[in-house]
């Protein structure tokens, strides 16, 4: 099944998309990668769901990837006298690590890094940033604070503190076995919230141990002080607007996630977009012309991928969003000027001899109007290279190895079939034609460009770039 497009899309699946008829309609509608979020539901209820996935994998022969989301660490107020409380603006109001339930003049924050991390002038964001304070006095466990933003505040609302660094692992005692259940379920993709600092995809990393690749979630102004290593060392990442548009001011959020999309197109990680996408299709059969416009944004800007929530999980109109978030992808793909904008952001390849190869199989590619680029690749750092010059053909993938071809479901443009690996350049010719004659790239006639490593086999040996028909016996 050829998706008509390069830019991917991901399904986050939840109550309103549990079921094997719904999956498969969310897929057929265009779904490519799909989401368990582990903020919600049971692990009893993610294995049905992933369980229904696999199935629906074999039954169409197409590879599809698995992203588990972690909840991660989550700052919150402890428990009010009466459930909740209004606090007016030029108040004072005390943060402490008492737990006794909290009135208009003190409030409980069971987190002793929070305290570790303030300073005087510190903002604390409230319940998404509805009530906000400024720390004008501080203690080893509390904190005095003078109100800017008054409003009413109830048991167990979120504590944001924007530009702090805390001193957090990513990982909870929660995530840990949610983590231990998404590996051993087979997940393509873990998703790690609230990433702060490279040393926090180190640490996951070990205990991932090669089992699943890494999508760190830019949730954190913080982390953009350290955006280049940190997408150094995941394998994808995701601008996740919901938390970073707690912390940033509004203007802010585009700018920094066109500055987050770019750093990934440059150093060529995957890329995805977002958080209120169509948010609005929770409710309605149709999304806003700012949610379309949003979208189209993401793909004109070069994105690997865009995501829905609470629209597929959550809403009443779950496979209208996919298809929506689809059409919107190939309107923009087919815009006259897409190729111009894309093109015009295209970065110089490193000094490698394999993105010499993908860089001139681009090049070549677009020179003889071949009608695709073929990659052999086993762990899809090859394929990764090519899409990351964003050619003007599709990219057909080549791989033995099931997980890449499903971790490759995220990546921009490419096409990921499991064959067997070459082993002799006739084999490797007549297995890159055949593939692309049956999925769909290319018609009898018609050339491909083909890139792969001799000797056959070897795992990131890029050296050959090959140009071939597609005839009647291919």
Same mark, same amino acid.
């Given at each position: ?170 990982? @909870?005692?929660?995530?840990?076995? /949610?983590?231990?259940? !998404?590996?051993?379920? +087979?997940? $393509?993709?873990?998703? #790690? =919230? ?93 999304? @806003?012309?700012?949610?379309?416009? /949003?979208?189209?944004? !993401?793909?004109?800007? +070069?994105? $690997?991928?865009?995501? #829905? =929530? ?93 997980? @890449? ?70």
């Amino acid at each position: 099944m050829r998706r008509f497009r390069e830019a991917k899309i991901i399904a986050t699946l939840g109550p309103a998309s549990s079921d094997a008829p719904t999956i498969r309609a969310l897929f057929d509608a265009g779904a490519d990668v799909f989401r368990l979020n582990f903020s919600h539901g049971s692990h009893a209820e993610h294995l049905v769901r992933y369980e229904i996935i696999r199935a629906l994998e074999a039954e169409t022969g197409r590879p599809i990837g698995v992203l588990c989301d972690l909840q991660g660490p989550k700052l919150r107020l402890g428990e009010f006298q009466d459930g909740k409380v209004t606090i007016k603006k030029g108040g004072k109001i005390r943060l402490d690590l008492d737990d006794t339930p909290g009135d208009a003049d003190r409030i409980c924050v069971p987190h002793p890094e929070i305290f570790r991390a303030l300073e005087i002038g510190t903002e604390i964001l409230i319940d998404d940033g509805k009530v906000r304070l400024e720390v004008q006095k501080l203690g080893g466990d509390f904190a005095e604070t003078i109100i800017r933003v008054g409003g009413v505040i109830s048991d167990r609302k979120g504590v944001n503190l924007p530009g702090v660094l805390l001193g957090l692992s990513p990982l @909870t005692p929660k995530d840990h076995k /949610d983590l231990v259940f !998404a590996l051993d379920m +087979g997940c $393509d993709w873990i998703g #790690l =919230s609230f990433v702060q600092r490279p040393d926090d995809i180190a640490e996951a990393r070990k205990l991932i141990g090669g089992r699943a690749r890494i999508m760190a979630k830019m949730e954190k102004p913080s982390a953009i002080t350290y955006l280049d290593q940190i997408i150094e060392q995941a394998d994808a990442v995701m601008v996740a607007r919901g938390d970073l548009g707690v912390e940033l001011p509004p203007q802010a959020v585009p700018g920094t996630q066109k500055q987050i999309v770019r750093t990934c197109r440059t150093l060529g990680v995957p890329v995805v977009v977002a958080t209120q996408m169509l948010e609005s299709m929770v409710d309605a059969p149709t999304p @806003t012309r700012a949610e379309a416009s /949003d979208v189209a944004t !993401a793909i004109y800007d +070069g994105a $690997d991928a865009v995501m #829905l =929530s609470a629209e597929s999980a959550a809403g009443a109109y779950p496979t209208e969003a996919v298809s929506m978030m689809n059409d919107i992808i190939r309107a923009v793909e087919a815009d006259e000027y897409y190729r111009d904008i894309i093109d015009s952001t295209h970065f110089p390849p490193e000094e490698t001899a394999a993105d010499a190869i993908t860089a001139a199989a681009a090049q070549v590619a677009e020179t003889i109007h071949a009608a695709a680029i073929v990659t052999y690749t086993n762990s899809g750092s090859t394929a990764l290279r090519a899409a990351r010059e964003r050619p003007a053909v599709p990219i057909l993938c080549l791989t033995p190895n099931r997980a @890449t071809a499903r971790f490759l479901s995220v990546a921009w443009g490419i096409h990921a079939v499991v064959t067997e690996d070459a082993t002799s350049m006739d084999d490797m010719c007549s297995r890159a034609a055949h593939h692309a004659l049956t999925d769909g790239f290319a018609d009898k006639g018609d050339r491909i460009a083909i890139t792969a490593g001799i000797p056959f086999g070897s795992p990131g040996n890029t050296n050959l770039l090959h140009i071939v028909w597609v005839g009647d016996g291919s």
